[in-house]
């Protein structure tokens, strides 16, 4: 069955940066889109940014934009999300996604995806 596994998470001060990782299993990873979203606790699960499946179209929340950076290792089946200068905004449990699309199209919302991973937590002090 479909497995994804978030790991990279922990706890860094405002302006640093953290790399995270989503390995996925039992899935022709070329063929699916991918995306990372994040809870806060006491919020709604919010989109953060997804990939295409060939990672040429990349979609990102503007609460994010210039500081984070989707990208995907197709021949390793993995997704990275690199985030730099993280803000205490930032703190939520980070969540990978996976969306299986006959084409190169993306959206970082709750019903595109399919198969889910546990998360990761990522918290950032002030």
């Known amino acids: 069955q479909v497995q994804v596994v978030e790991s990279g998470g922990g706890f860094v001060q405002a302006g640093a940066s953290l790399r995270l990782s989503c390995t996925a299993s039992?899935?022709?990873?070329?063929?699916?889109?991918m995306g990372w979203f994040r809870q806060a606790p006491g919020k709604e699960r919010e989109g953060v940014s997804c990939?295409?499946?060939?990672?040429?179209?990349?979609v990102y929340t503007d609460s994010v934009k210039g500081r984070f950076t989707i990208s995907r290792d197709n021949a390793k089946n993995t997704l990275y999300l690199q985030m730099n200068n993280l803000k205490p905004d930032d703190t939520a449990m980070y969540y990978c996604?996976?969306?299986?699309?006959?084409?190169?199209?993306?959206?970082?919302?709750?019903?595109?995806?399919?198969?889910w991973g546990l998360g990761t937590q990522v918290t950032v002090s002030s």
């Open positions: 996604a996976a969306a299986p699309r006959p084409d190169e199209y993306c959206s970082p919302v709750r019903s595109f995806f399919n198969f």
């Open positions: 039992g899935l022709t990873f070329g063929s699916f889109a």
């Open positions: 990939v295409s499946r060939s990672g040429g179209r990349t």
